[in-house]
């Protein structure tokens, strides 16, 4: 198994936001986080928190396997 990168995970999360077409502030609104911290999660500047990312990945339909590059 390859080591799991935190720039991967980062990556995998911002494509994941783009390929949604969901607005960042719909995103945020549903998360109840702020439209700049979705921002900086679509960039890849931050990871959200794991209770955040839980509900990131239901909102977004992915596997959270994927996107933490568990799987390919």
Same mark, same amino acid.
């Given at each position: 198994?390859?080591?799991? =990168? +935190? $720039?991967?995970? @980062? @990556?995998?999360?911002?494509?994941?936001?783009?390929? =949604?077409?969901?607005?960042?502030? $719909?995103?945020?609104?549903?998360?109840? +986080? &702020?439209? &700049?911290?979705?921002?900086?999660?679509?960039?890849?500047?931050?990871?959200?928190?794991?209770?955040?990312?839980? @509900?990131?990945?239901?909102?977004?339909?992915?596997?959270?396997?994927?996107?933490?590059?568990?799987?390919?």
């Amino acid at each position: 198994m390859d080591m799991i =990168s +935190v $720039e991967q995970i @980062k @990556k995998n999360i911002a494509e994941a936001i783009a390929r =949604s077409g969901i607005p960042q502030t $719909e995103l945020a609104r549903k998360l109840s +986080v &702020s439209q &700049s911290c979705i921002a900086h999660y679509a960039r890849g500047d931050i990871l959200p928190s794991l209770d955040t990312f839980a @509900k990131l990945c239901a909102l977004l339909d992915e596997d959270p396997s994927y996107l933490l590059g568990l799987q390919r």
